[in-house]
């Protein structure tokens, strides 16, 4: 059984906002290893894609899906993430890893994200209840305004799923929808340090800016699915896998294997990216 990781004013702030941010959910020394497992691990680097913003500035992103014997692998599979995201999507059903991604926003030439909601890329993967999908976002670096940290808008998760089109080489939500909810909900930077964490709605409409500064941004971010949500465009089978959770420790304490071996993204395989003409 797992033990309950949220208060119950958490939870009810999560169900209202549609995201919550959790102070020092990993510590120095789990960051430090995470860190330099990122920088070092050339399987990292070889497997990353370049993603076109609007302006033509590239985000780097390295994405894989089974969750190994590696300090990535140990991070999603431990206690405390599967016990956070298990708590706040409820529900009977295992928690199952969709995938997680490096998200690598370097110094000057960091590109935006777009507006978008993650539901926005994954209903083209026909995931049916957009609920049942969650993602937590550990920063590996500092996070604020200077460097492009997060910016989302408070409670848009409850408009259900936006419209999407093509905004550059990315996925971007309806400008007019948007638009409206600028109007009507509050937009919040998530201005965060190294081991906060951010969990949030697969529905939350979320953008960043470009990294202007001098410093990168760095951070890791799991995407989790119960089981009982199926997806009918989804070749990786990740996502209906229960999670084989192991403890805390493992992150710090447990030998990690290379990511060398994980099941990383290419860009021609992911169904988000293809056209299917209703985003025109």
């Known amino acids: 059984m797992l033990t309950e990781k949220l208060t119950p004013a958490q939870v009810e ?17 789990e960051i430090d290893k995470l860190y330099s497992t990122a920088l070092d691990d050339n399987a990292m680097r ?9 302006s033509g500035k590239k985000t780097r992103l390295s994405l894989w899906f089974t969750p190994g014997n590696d300090v990535f692998g140990y991070l999603t599979r431990s206690e405390k993430v599967v016990g956070t995201v298990k708590q706040l999507m409820g529900g009977d059903a295992p928690v199952c890893h969709f995938h997680s991604k490096l998200m690598q926003k370097e110094p000057k030439v960091g590109g935006a994200w777009e507006w978008h909601q993650d539901y926005g890329y994954w209903y083209k993967n026909q995931f049916m209840f957009p609920d049942e999908l969650i993602s937590i976002m550990v920063a590996l670096t500092e996070a604020n305004k200077q460097n492009g940290c997060l ?44 081991g906060d964490a ?3 709605h697969s529905n939350l409409l979320h953008r960043s800016e470009a990294n202007l500064s001098d410093r990168p941004r760095w951070s890791v971010i799991s995407c989790y699915n119960l089981q009982s949500n199926l997806a009918y ?8 896998v229960p999670v084989d959770i192991v403890p805390d420790e493992a992150i710090l304490e447990w030998e ?9 993204l290419k860009k021609e395989n992911d169904p988000a990216l293809k056209p299917t003409g209703w985003e025109n």
């Open 13 to 29: 702030q999560y169900n209202r906002d549609g995201y919550i941010i959790l102070k020092d959910f990993c510590s120095p020394a």
């Open 46 to 54: 070889n497997n990353a894609l370049d993603l076109n913003d609007q």
């Open 151 to 194: 910016l989302v808008i408070k409670g848009s998760h409850k408009l259900g799923r936006v419209n999407h089109g093509f905004a550059g080489e990315q996925v971007g939500a309806d400008m007019v929808m948007v638009d409206n909810a600028l109007k009507t909900m509050d937009i919040v930077y998530v201005e965060i340090e190294p």
């Open 198 to 200: 951010l969990v949030f």
């Open 233 to 240: 465009n989804e070749t990786s089978t990740s996502y209906k």
């Open 256 to 264: 990690p294997e290379s990511l060398s071996n994980a099941d990383f």
